[in-house]
Structure formats: C-alpha cells, structure tokens
C-alpha cells in the first residue's frame, strides 16, 4: 500500500521534537502554539497543510456551524 503525501507529512511530524513542531505550527498559523502537547501540534499541522492544499471550509460552511454553535445550549459547569 502506498502511503499518501499527508501520511508520510504526519509520519515525518511525529519524529520531530516538541520544539520543532511549535516552530512550524507558528510558521504555518501566524502565532504561537501554547500547547506543547506532541499529537495535537501534529495534528493541527498536517490539518493546516491539507487545508492549504485542498481548500479551506467554503464560506456557507463556516456559516452554518457558526449558526449552529450559536444555537446551542452550551453546559458551563459539570
């Protein structure tokens, strides 16, 4: 089976240090990380990547789901 680009993106990702993944997150976002956890950093770049490479959520899309998250009710405690 051959690997997809992305796979071999999040499989390059996964051996870099901490460090380096924060360097590109910020590289890739415009701003710093604050996390230093090592599978979201991954996995926010290789979503940042794909979206620059296939597109981005369309416009109508980004509305619904802020009408969507508006509508509901959020819980704000346990």
């Known amino acids: 089976m051959k690997m997809t680009e992305i796979e071999r993106l999040v ?3 996964q051996r870099l240090p901490v460090s380096a993944l924060r ?3 910020a590289e890739l976002c415009g701003e710093a990380s604050r996390s230093g956890n090592k599978q979201y950093l991954v996995r926010r770049i290789a ?3 794909q979206a620059n490479r296939e597109g981005d959520l369309s416009k109508r899309a980004r509305r619904r789901a802020a009408e969507l998250a508006q509508d509901s009710d ?3 405690t346990a």
């Open 11 to 13: 499989a390059d990702l």
């Open 23 to 25: 360097a590109r997150y």
């Open 47 to 49: 979503w940042r990547v």
């Open 74 to 76: 959020l819980r704000v």
